[in-house]
């Protein structure tokens, strides 16, 4: 169902930055930050994307919301067999997000929770980026299978069953593994999932000092 890996997405932001400050007398310099979370299911994305909203004032769009939210419609596009959760591959992903992103204050930045999650996806969003002027910081979470279904065995929700969520982390493996072999000069910050909570969060906040990126004021 996938014919490309999601790791061309940093080189479609970098493409899209360049473009962004090759011409500062029409636009100015991104300044706001385009915050995404890649990883597996289960690795803790949503949880740290509400930390992020919590702390840095950045709001966020979950595709688990985006499909909570269109329903209704996905129910008729999905093919026999396929999960709602599943429908996060599907093209319409991004008109969703590219509708909230219209309603979205981006004053303060946006975080993207599970998207882009294919390369049509990540094609679409680089289109998107040029009108939002942000700038990009990816973070890649890193957990092991074996974790990934002790946790799923936790949730208790559809999307976690073991057979959805077996081809999950396939497709997600057929997709990132070979990240740093193929970009091996992007910039994204690896993040070791198998670690705590508070653990990944400290990563996450270093990562976003180090993009400049500061904390509300307390």
């Known amino acids: 169902m996938l014919k490309h890996i999601l790791i ?5 932001l970098a493409n899209c930055m360049r473009a ?10 991104p300044s ?21 909203t919590r702390t840095f004032g950045v709001p966020n769009i979950s595709i688990e919301d985006l499909i ?15 999960s709602l959760a599943e429908m996060r591959y599907d093209p319409a992903m991004s008109r969703y997000v590219r509708e909230r992103l219209k309603t979205t204050d981006l004053s303060h930045g946006i975080a993207l929770d599970g998207y882009p999650a294919t390369l049509v996806q990540a094609e679409d969003l680089a289109k998107m980026l040029p009108n939002l002027n942000l700038k990009a910081i990816s973070f890649q979470l890193t957990v092991s299978d074996d974790i990934i279904r002790k946790r799923a065995k936790k949730t208790g929700r559809q999307s976690d069953r073991s057979q959805v969520l077996e081809q999950r982390i396939k497709d997600y493996h057929r997709e990132m593994d070979a990240i740093s072999l193929y970009f091996p000069n992007a910039k994204i910050v690896q993040v070791d999932g198998n670690k705590s909570e508070v653990e990944m969060w400290k990563a996450i906040q270093a990562g976003l000092d180090q993009a400049g990126i500061k904390p509300l004021p307390k």
């Open 8 to 12: 061309v997405l940093p080189l479609l």
């Open 68 to 82: 909570h939210d269109n329903a209704a419609e996905l129910e008729g596009l999905r093919g026999e067999g396929m």
């Open 20 to 29: 962004q400050t090759g011409t500062p007398a029409v636009q100015s310099s």
């Open 32 to 52: 706001q930050p385009l915050i995404i979370l890649i990883g597996p299911p289960l690795s803790g994305k949503t949880t740290l994307v509400g930390s992020i």
